[in-house]
């Protein structure tokens, strides 16, 4: 998938950082196109297990389809204002989620709350104003939170979790290539030769105090 591609070392780095392995329960809230979900089926194995939740029946639909694959993969119609999992997970992971959502720090309450004592938050946002084509701010004008990874460790904190780590990472290319392409299929706007870095997704990688 292009997001994928072009995003796909900040999601291998937070999973290496994590040490997630085969059996772990984990949740992906605002599933959407599936990347997420089936990154995380892969590693937690048959003996896992992978909610893939997104408020959206036709996104859910496709996160279904994208793990239909995995027999660990559980795909729920669940607003992440209202998450309610059938059990406690060890993970809950959002990417691209908290920039659409109305308020970021009540989801991201309510992943803590889906997530066991001593499991892990893990959140990628972007800040999209500072992505640049030819040198030139990007904005996403769709988007109610569209700078949220700014301000995603505090939001974390707020929420009561413990930050073991955060740090941002942006891909970057020039002339055709999956970095031009993405930014073309995004907003239909084709860069041609022009350098482009697209929106610096922060991570965080928090984990739920014990005895919470
Ligand atoms: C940009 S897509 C991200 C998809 C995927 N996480 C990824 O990184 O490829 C955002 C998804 O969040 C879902 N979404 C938006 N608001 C939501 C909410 N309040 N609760 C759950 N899902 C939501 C949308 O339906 C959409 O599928």
Redesign the pocket.
Known sequence: ?L??DV?RRPLATALERLGIGPGWRCA?????????TVALAEIVGREGRVYA????P???D??ASAGAAFSQVVAIT??????RLPEAVDLAF????L????DPAV?VERMRHAVRPGGWVVA?EPITSAGRIAGMTLSMPGARHPDVGAVLPAIAVHAGLEVVDAWAEAPAGAGPGPVAEYLRSLTGVDPGDDPVVLPPLVTVIARVPNGC
């Open positions: 998938m997001r994928d995003y992906d809230i605002g599933a959407g196109g599936g990347d997420v939740v997104d408020s959206d036709l996104a859910r496709e996160a669940q607003a992440g204002e209202d998450l959002c990417r691209f989620l920039l659409h959502v109305e989801v990628q």
